[in-house]
């Protein structure tokens, strides 16, 4: 059974940087496609970015060109590099893994979750 962890959320003022982690355990995650997803308090649960397992990237909308989604198959993790934080950043970040190589970017089609990891921007 794969088991994903997050780690690296925070507290960060608006403009700052944070970098999340996901490590896999139970399973390698060299063929499954990744991806990072996020809840704000009253939202629903919201694509963020995915990535292949050949590294092929997508991104919504409201964070391309400030996020970026990595991965290091040699330690089982996946990464997202947040520059130029936003309040309206400020969710619940949960990574997640897809038994597919093809990237996604509905939720329905993942199969693993991690706990989450809680980012607050503040203004």
């Known amino acids: 059974q794969v088991q994903l962890v997050e780690s690296g959320g925070g507290l960060v003022q608006a403009g700052g940087s944070l970098r999340l982690s996901c490590e896999a355990s139970g399973g390698t995650l060299s063929r499954s496609a990744m991806g990072w997803f996020r809840q704000a308090p009253g939202k629903e649960r919201e694509f963020v970015a995915t990535i292949s397992w050949w590294y092929s990237t997508d991104y919504a909308d409201s964070v391309k060109g400030r996020f970026t989604i990595s991965r290091d198959n040699a330690k089982n993790a996946v990464y997202l590099q947040m520059n130029g934080l936003k309040p309206e950043d400020t969710a619940v970040y949960y990574c997640?893994?897809?038994?597919?190589?093809?990237?996604?970017?509905?939720?329905?089609?993942?199969?693993?979750w991690g706990q989450g990891a809680q980012v607050t921007v503040s203004s």
């Open positions: 997640a893994a897809r038994l597919s190589t093809l990237k996604s970017t509905d939720q329905h089609e993942y199969n693993y």
